[in-house]
């Protein structure tokens, strides 16, 4: 059975920095393409960031320079750090993992297991 868990997230303040990971059990993180997504109450899901097999990082507009996406591969882990923090990033993070192609890596839809979240709040 697979499982993806997210961890580290919590309350910061704005221009502070934390630091989420996200481990998997089932499946080798090597083999999958990892995404990062966040759902704001009443928002849809967003594109985050994504790492390849190869390494290759990719982010979206409103976190690029502010957020990295990197591979543990010996501890089957994923990391997003994420610095300077604004009020706007409060939301539920999710890690995903999928055999995507790089078009498709900012739709959710591509990605076949899921971690459950995890809450960042960042206050003003």
């Known amino acids: 059975q697979v499982q993806l868990v997210e961890s580290g997230g919590g309350l910061v303040q704005a221009g502070d920095s934390l630091r989420l990971s996200c481990s998997a059990s089932?499946?080798?993180?090597?083999?999958?393409?990892i995404g990062w997504f966040r759902q704001a109450p009443g928002k849809e899901r967003e594109f985050v960031g994504h790492?390849?097999?190869?390494?290759?990082?990719y982010y979206a507009d409103s976190v690029k320079g502010r957020f990295t996406v990197s591979r543990d591969k010996v501890k089957n882990t994923v990391a997003l750090q994420m610095n300077t923090l604004k009020p706007e990033d409060t939301a539920v993070y999710y890690c995903?993992?999928?055999?995507?192609?790089?078009?498709?890596?900012?739709?959710?839809?591509?990605?076949?297991?899921w971690g459950q979240g995890t809450q960042v709040t960042v206050s003003s």
């Open positions: 089932g499946i080798s993180f090597n083999e999958y393409s």
């Open positions: 790492v390849r097999t190869t390494g290759h990082t």
């Open positions: 995903a993992a999928g055999r995507t192609i790089l078009s498709s890596i900012r739709n959710p839809t591509a990605y076949r297991h």
